[in-house]
């Protein structure tokens, strides 16, 4: 029994040891997925940043549509086999789904190929032609890479994937900023330019195939090396159509199917915010009375302000998809009550972190958007789209509970009912009050997505669970969300006075200097500031307890910061949570 136990907390161990390695390479290649824009911005100007993000919308739709949900099948298959010890179907698990990618994989490649002077006339952007056959390249490599990482993860070997997410990440940049000075040194034309830029996208995908493809080999003959002999197929001889292997390959496809639709289906919601922006948006700009140019350019100064909500939200998003796991544990249990705690404790952190960002990006929009992108055009929209953040922080989260419940339909469902509600406030908004009414309809949009699901996960937990995370503050023990609630609204106040007074005194100061220069001088200060008076206020309010900060690395029970940090308390409010 004692040897059952070790071996359990063993494997257990490797899991949660891989989960770590695979998500933390995921978030560090978003992470630079995302902050690549701005360079791109800076150097090519808001145009083809408008052109690169409108076709990147679009490539990134068909990627999902090719190969999404496929890792997760392959990876449950190849793990159900591994366990039964069957290596040889596990690799007919492989196969399959190779051949199953490549179809769809070479489908979606000639559709977006074929089909690039259509897609562009639908955008209302001509030029937008060859970025489109540019990115469709991907197509021929991000499928058979997924089919690749999915095998691995189903082998709970984790390294591999997560060094072919970076290798694919990492090529793709890299390409981008070559190809990008490369076309700005010859003066290439926006459209020229953003097919350069994105060739990027197949120079990553063939990176990351090739990292995968490698360690797979390497795997293979680190086995072979060992006096592993890889397994003979378990099925009869391939002899014709209807034989045992052929049989077996199509219930194989079938089963690899049936898990992979409805991931797929639920994964291409997310995209669509991008993609409905892409294909309305320069078209109603230009409705308006802009031209082609003007509106991709009016659409990349848009574009600014999504690259920052998109981050926000990634972050909520890594940071919620954290307490799944712990909550799917408690679910298994059947315990209730550790669901709950899970539930207010996320929820606490989105209302936290989402409001903080939300009002900080709003009050700093303008040195933000000069520090990062040169000027200050679209800054309006971007502090528009800022208050977007605290909806889409909260939609992630709430995502992620209801995920964790084992719902993972409603987080689609609802997000697909936000999309429609983009798209048709869109119509309403964007011709009037240009991109500003396109930052509104996003503002409304996740707003009306976060309510959706903390209605759906309030079907699923007791209110009192819910009214624990949005009063804050451990409303739960206390019994009175709207003390909670009151305690967040001052820190708010005081990170905003912190920040906002510092950044016009900073203005002051700086206005001699060159606009980017002042701009970085006057927002990193403000950021920190603003940073801290949020900090001191949550404590010294008593929104955040000693068993909290706790829990932070480098805050342990007795370090000099849980002393800072209790002498700040002061007593002076009852300790919520002991």
């Known amino acids: 029994m004692k040897t059952d136990r070790r071996e359990a907390s063993a494997g257990g161990s490797v899991v949660w040891r891989g989960a770590a390695i695979l998500g933390g390479a995921a978030l560090l290649s978003k992470l630079i997925g995302t902050l690549q824009k701005i360079p791109l911005q800076n150097l090519a100007g808001d145009q083809v940043f408008g052109l690169y993000s409108a076709v990147y919308s679009l490539a990134v739709m068909w990627m999902?549509?090719?190969?999404?949900?496929?890792?997760?099948?392959?990876?449950?298959?190849?793990?159900?086999?591994?366990?039964?010890?069957?290596?040889?179907?596990?690799?007919?698990v492989l196969r399959s789904s190779l051949a199953l990618l490549s179809g769809s994989g070479l489908a979606a490649f000639a559709i977006l190929f074929l089909g690039a002077d259509a897609f562009a006339r639908w955008m209302g952007v001509s030029e937008a032609a060859d970025a489109i056959r540019a990115s469709s390249l991907a197509l021929l490599f991000a499928p058979m890479t997924a089919a690749l990482r999915g095998y691995s993860q189903g082998r709970l070997r984790m390294v591999g994937p997560a060094a072919s997410q970076l290798a694919e990440q990492t090529a793709r940049v890299a390409f981008m900023l070559i190809a990008l000075l490369w076309a700005i040194e010859r003066a290439w034309s926006p459209g020229a330019t953003a097919a350069a830029v994105h060739g990027g996208l197949a120079v990553g995908g063939a990176a990351g195939l090739a990292a995968i493809a490698a360690w797979l080999l390497r795997e293979r003959r680190r086995a072979s090396g060992e006096g592993g002999k890889p397994g003979k197929s378990g099925g009869g001889k391939r002899s014709g159509g209807n034989s045992e292997y052929g049989e077996a390959r199509l219930a194989l496809l079938r089963r690899i199917a049936a898990v992979a639709l409805p991931i797929a289906a639920s994964s291409v919601v997310a995209p669509l915010f991008g993609l409905i922006d892409a294909f309305t948006l320069p078209r109603l700009l230009q409705s308006a009375g802009a031209t082609a140019g003007e509106a991709m350019a009016s659409f990349g100064e848009y574009n600014r302000g999504i690259a920052l909500l998109q981050l926000i939200v990634m972050a909520a998003g890594a940071a919620g998809g954290a307490l799944v796991p712990a909550m799917t544990a408690a679910r298994t249990r059947g315990d209730r009550t550790g669901e709950r705690e899970q539930a207010a404790f996320a929820l606490r952190l989105g209302w936290l972190f989402g409001a903080a960002a939300a009002i900080g990006l709003a009050i700093l929009a303008r040195p933000i958007n000069v520090m990062l992108f040169a000027d200050d055009r679209g800054t309006a929209a971007m502090a528009l789209l800022a208050f977007a953040a605290l909806g889409g922080t909260l939609q992630a989260v709430y995502a992620s509970l209801l995920q964790g419940l084992g719902d993972l339909r409603s987080p689609a469902l609802n997000l697909a009912v936000a999309v429609l509600l983009k798209a048709a406030l869109n119509a309403l908004l964007a011709p009037s009050l240009g991109i500003g009414g396109a930052a509104l309809a996003a503002l409304a949009a996740y707003g009306a997505a976060a309510l959706l699901n903390a209605l759906a996960l309030r079907r699923r937990l007791p209110p009192r669970a819910v009214a624990a995370g949005a009063g804050t503050a451990g409303a739960a023990a206390?019994?009175?969300?709207?003390?909670?609630?009151?305690?967040?609204?001052?820190?708010?106040?005081?990170?905003?006075?912190?920040?906002?007074?510092?950044?016009?005194?900073?203005?002051?100061?700086?206005?001699?200097?060159?606009?980017?220069?002042?701009?970085?001088?006057?927002?990193?200060?403000?950021?920190?500031?603003?940073?801290?008076?949020?900090?001191?206020a949550l404590v010294a309010g008593g929104a955040v307890a000693p068993r909290e900060w706790?829990?932070?690395?480098?805050?342990?029970?007795?370090?000099?910061?849980?002393?800072?940090?209790?002498?700040?308390?002061?007593?002076?409010?009852?300790?919520?949570?002991?």
């Open 478 to 536: 206390a019994g009175s969300p709207a003390r909670g609630a009151w305690r967040l609204a001052l820190a708010l106040a005081a990170m905003a006075a912190a920040a906002g007074l510092l950044a016009a005194l900073l203005e002051g100061l700086t206005r001699g200097l060159a606009p980017r220069a002042a701009a970085l001088l006057t927002a990193l200060p403000s950021i920190a500031a603003g940073a801290a008076a949020f900090a001191a």
């Open 64 to 92: 999902t549509l090719a190969s999404a949900g496929v890792p997760i099948a392959v990876s449950a298959l190849v793990a159900e086999r591994e366990a039964a010890g069957d290596s040889a179907g596990a690799r007919r």
């Open 550 to 578: 706790r829990a932070l690395p480098g805050c342990g029970a007795g370090s000099r910061v849980d002393r800072l940090l209790l002498r700040l308390r002061a007593g002076r409010y009852e300790d919520l949570n002991p």
